[in-house]
């Protein structure tokens, strides 16, 4: 089963704040990966799927890149209602489809 | 607008069964495939199952394989979940996901709200 995993588990930034997520895969995952967001109490949330592909009115400020076996999630000028829990998770025709451990987006 | 609805979630005790049920509505439900994914109390995601639109593909986890069913009912819009010989580490809150197309691809675009299941004596 392919693993995942993503740094930091957590980062505490101001709004406004550009802050970067990496999650890595234990095997090339050819960009077959999604980026999710949960904000607490609530179900989680697709942003990205493709590894860069924004879903459909997910804000410009979310971006993804990255190919083979590392990828990152990247929040441009930090909004209050962006802090939360992001969890990275390949995705392919084939399970397992295993997430990371989450990264927690705190309010510094 | 895409509602998917959770239900089924208890208090039970260990070894004992227990079936979630998905109702679906906002889309043509038989279009899709279909998956149930947990997270633990503090905890992360986990996925458990997955079926695809006509039951022709099922998938579970190792950690629930020969303990839990996945299965649909296209007719009623409806997933379920059987979940027997439960464990504590069952625990959590359990969430019905839909996937981007009916052959089941690992993007869970729409999440229910979650339905709580607890494993104790």
């Known amino acids: 089963d392919i693993q995942m995993t993503q740094s930091p588990s957590s980062v505490s930034a101001s709004v406004g704040d550009t802050i970067t997520i990496t999650c890595r895969a234990s095997?090339?995952?050819?960009?077959?990966l999604a980026w999710y967001q949960q904000r607490p109490g609530k179900a989680p949330k697709l942003l990205i799927s493709?590894?860069?592909n924004l879903q459909s009115g997910v804000p410009s400020r979310f971006s993804g890149r990255g190919s083979a076996t590392d990828y990152t999630l990247t929040i441009s000028s930090l909004q209050p209602e962006d802090f939360a829990t992001y969890f990275c998770q390949h995705t392919n025709s084939f399970p397992p489809w295993t997430f990371g451990p989450g990264t927690k987006v705190e309010i510094k | 607008e895409v509602q998917l609805v959770e239900s089924g979630g208890a208090l039970v005790q260990p070894g004992r069964s227990l079936r979630l049920s998905c109702a679906a509505s906002g889309f043509n439900f038989d279009d899709y495939a279909m998956h149930w994914v947990r997270q633990a109390p503090g905890k992360g995601l986990e996925w458990v199952s997955g079926?695809?639109?006509?039951?022709?593909?099922?998938a579970l986890a190792d950690s629930v394989k020969g303990r839990f069913t996945i299965s649909r009912d296209n007719s009623k819009n409806s997933l379920y979940l059987q979940m027997d010989s439960l464990r504590p580490e069952d625990t959590g809150i359990y969430y019905c996901?839909?996937?981007?197309?009916?052959?089941?691809?690992?993007?869970?675009?729409?999440w229910g709200q979650g339905t709580l299941v607890a494993v104790s004596s």
């Open positions: 996901a839909r996937d981007r197309f009916g052959d089941y691809v690992g993007y869970f675009e729409n």
């Open positions: 095997q090339g995952i050819s960009g077959w």
């Open positions: 079926i695809n639109w006509n039951s022709g593909g099922l």
């Open positions: 493709g590894a860069s």
